[in-house]
């Protein structure tokens, strides 16, 4: 089955810098990879998604990256805000029918203002 | 309102009690799943519906049941509870159309389960 790695667990970044956050993932047939933010006290929301026949996707301040070859893909957060801090996790599924949906450990990212 | 509600919202429950979490979606959705959110593990799939007469295990479902009562409604029941089943468990939503090409899971607001 799928096996998706995220790195770091837990990312400080000062107010306005970037926080790149990334993940690998095991299986080739893997074809779409989102991400999602954990807010304190709330479930996972949809920030941004990528499918596989795209290299790059942005949308406003955060940016997504997929590399094929190497299985890996990463969030990119641009001029962070303390509004950005929470509980980030990328997955990887096959769109198209029902493959599970695997995601990652998460990564805390605090923006100190 | 909430498109994805669960009840209740904390539990603090013995253990070999007898409990359920509910799930109810107005999303429309077709698809349900539960999972548990642990620290350092992330979120795993315990199980998951794709309608009303369809349930599948997940990668955790031993000591886990499910009920899908109908397509909005979706339950998670623990018979006997345990303390390694204290963690934070939520319930996400999914439209298999628009599986055909994502599947963005929308999820409830969460139940945070502790088992003494």
């Known amino acids: 089955g799928e096996n998706v790695e995220q790195h770091p667990s837990t990312l400080s970044v000062q107010e306005g810098d970037s926080a790149v956050i990334k993940c690998t993932y095991s299986d080739s047939a893997s074809n779409y990879f989102p991400w999602y933010k954990q807010e304190l006290g709330k479930g996972p929301q949809l920030i941004i998604d990528?499918?596989?026949?795209?290299g790059e996707k942005k949308d406003q301040r955060i940016a997504v990256t997929l590399n094929k070859t190497a299985k890996h893909f990463s969030l990119h957060i641009t001029e962070t805000q303390p509004e950005d801090s929470a509980v980030y996790f990328c997955?990887?599924?096959?769109?198209?029918?029902?493959?599970?949906?695997?995601f990652g450990i998460g990564t805390k990212l605090q923006v100190i203002p | 309102d909430a498109d994805v509600t669960q009840t209740p919202r904390n539990r603090i429950t013995k253990t070999g009690k007898r409990i359920m979490l509910e799930c109810s979606q107005t999303?429309?959705?077709?698809?349900m799943y539960w999972y548990r959110q642990d620290p350092g593990l992330g979120l795993r799939l315990i199980y998951y519906?794709?309608?009303?007469?369809?349930?599948n295990k997940g990668e955790i479902s031993d000591g886990y049941s499910v009920s899908r009562q109908a397509q909005a409604k979706f339950s998670l029941s623990l018979e006997s509870a345990i303390p390694n089943q204290t963690a934070l468990y939520f319930c996400?939503?999914?439209?298999?159309?628009?599986?055909?090409?994502?599947?963005?899971?929308?999820f409830g607001p969460g139940t945070r389960l502790t088992v003494l």
């Open positions: 996400a939503t999914s439209d298999s159309q628009l599986a055909l090409s994502t599947d963005t899971q929308y």
């Open positions: 519906s794709f309608d009303v007469k369809d349930i």
């Open positions: 999303k429309g959705h077709d698809r």
């Open positions: 997955a990887a599924s096959t769109a198209g029918g029902y493959q599970k949906v695997t």
């Open positions: 990528i499918r596989s026949n795209v």
